[in-house]
């Protein structure tokens, strides 16, 4: 209801019933003293219809920031273990979540990304006077928008540190250190020569290599745990209490941003903590709506507001 996709990126056909021929989802709530109604329907194939307080939604870009959310599942583990696309990932969600202007912005981006890789392809590692021309227009194109779209992710990464740092000593009960930085060797603010530059002096090897080498969609963010890179070098319990910091922090960061506290939705949280743990992250939830699910045992002390027993695929009591 808020981002028109699942969180665990399943998709259309895993999210309707067998045999049934659409799903519907509705979603109620308070925004800004008003009444907010969201409704879906999902098919197996082809297009998600949805009404917003019963006026028809033109386009998916229009739903941003009507309802936010901020969803941890186990699945989150790859931002700190997983490759650089899962950590840009992290942080364009989260621009978008804050602003939805960031929207437009990953949009331009990826079009001009996918004209330059068409040319280059087109150009069969050959470097023509007309191939070079054209690749100065989108050079130019992706230079603007690529270098927006850093910056925004290096601001972000700014605000963002503390409140993970914040978080993950909540989780862990210790001093560990945590930082947060952003890998862009071409940034002028990294010593690098800036996007330009660096796409100029790329050009000859993105020719041959018929791909683009340099830019946003190359940019990584790396998590330190105490001066090593987590990754790498934390444990996996460290990790796992990283990746869930990290939805935290950027819950934080999207709720002072945007003014308006985001639904904070944890999926089987548990089953990724120890029980000291578990108990440090009921004792520190943010202020707000959270909505906390689990398959497996509870914590000492925790009273669910609803047990649903599921046999044979059927929920048989709650």
């Not at 230079?143 to 963002?160: D, I, K, Q, S, V």
């Not at 990294?190 to 330009?196: A, F, N």
């Not at 004792?283 to 398959?295: I, K, M, R, V, W």
Request: overall charge neutral.
């Amino acid at each position: 209801m808020a981002t028109l996709s699942s969180f665990r990126g399943a998709p259309p056909e895993a999210l309707v019933r067998q045999d049934a021929a659409v799903a519907v989802v509705r979603a109620s709530g308070a925004r800004d003293g008003r009444t907010l109604l969201i409704e879906g329907e999902i098919a197996p194939r082809g297009r998600t219809r949805v009404q917003v307080n019963r006026q028809p939604l033109r386009r998916a870009r229009d739903l941003l920031g009507a309802l936010r959310v901020s969803v941890f599942s186990p699945d989150d583990l790859v931002i700190v273990k997983g490759g650089p696309a899962e950590r840009r990932r992290y942080l364009d969600e989260l621009l978008v979540a804050c602003h939805p202007r960031w929207d437009a912005v990953q949009s331009d981006v990826e079009r001009i990304l996918r004209q330059r890789s068409t040319l280059l392809k087109q150009a069969g590692g050959r470097l023509t006077p007309e191939i070079a021309l054209t690749l100065d227009v989108w050079d130019a194109k992706l230079t603007a928008a690529g270098t927006e779209l850093a910056t925004g992710r290096e601001g972000l990464l700014a605000r963002l540190e503390p409140a993970v740092a914040k978080a993950y000593g909540q989780l862990a009960e210790g001093a560990a250190a945590v930082r947060l930085v952003y890998d862009a060797p071409w940034m002028e603010k990294s010593g690098g020569p800036g996007l330009g530059a660096a796409l100029a002096a790329a050009r000859v090897d993105d020719v041959r290599r018929g791909v683009s080498t340099v830019g946003p969609h190359r940019d990584d963010m790396v998590v330190w745990l105490d001066d090593m890179p987590g990754r790498t070098h934390a444990s996996q319990g460290e990790q796992r209490s990283l990746s869930l910091s990290l939805r935290l922090g950027g819950h934080g960061v999207v709720a002072d941003e945007a003014g308006d506290v985001p639904v904070l939705l944890l999926d089987d949280v548990f089953s990724e903590l120890d029980p000291a743990r578990s108990e440090a992250l009921l004792a520190h939830l943010p202020a707000g709506q959270a909505l906390l699910t689990t398959a497996g045992p509870l914590p000492a002390g925790v009273a669910p507001a609803a047990l649903l027993v599921v046999r044979e695929g059927v929920v048989v009591a709650g």
